[in-house]
């Protein structure tokens, strides 16, 4: 059993950082992947990487602003957000189904979320 612990959300203006963690309890060295839910809007994902983060993905409306790392001694994986949006107003939730490569199967284990504001 692997339990997801989402951090570092918050408010933030636009054109500003934050940084997102997951730290996961259990076995760490599975590919972990980022999704976040805007109010009235579908599930959306964000960025993955595979276990020990020679492979990243991400969404075409982050790259170039956000970026995916994992620290596989502290079983964490971060989302680097930068030059935020009002439009990545959203709960940001991380995700794994217990493989090495990311799959974007969205099955498997899911933190709590944690919410990102991005005010204009």
């Known amino acids: 059993q692997v339990q997801l612990v989402e951090s570092g959300g918050g408010l933030v203006q636009a054109g500003g950082s934050l940084r997102l963690s997951c730290t996961a309890s259990?076995?760490?060295?599975?590919?972990m992947g980022w999704f976040r839910q805007a109010p009235g809007k579908d599930h959306e994902f964000v960025a993955a990487i595979n276990w020990n983060g020679d492979t990243t993905h991400y969404a075409d409306s982050v790259k170039g602003r956000f970026t995916i790392s994992r620290d596989n001694a502290k079983n964490t994986v971060y989302l680097q957000m930068n030059n935020l949006k009002p439009e990545d107003t959203a709960v940001y939730y991380c995700?794994?189904?217990?493989?090495?490569?990311?799959?974007?199967?969205?099955?498997?284990?899911w933190g709590q979320g944690t919410q990102v504001t991005v005010s204009s």
């Open positions: 995700n794994s189904d217990g493989r090495s490569e990311w799959s974007g199967s969205q099955r498997g284990y």
């Open positions: 259990g076995r760490s060295n599975y590919a």
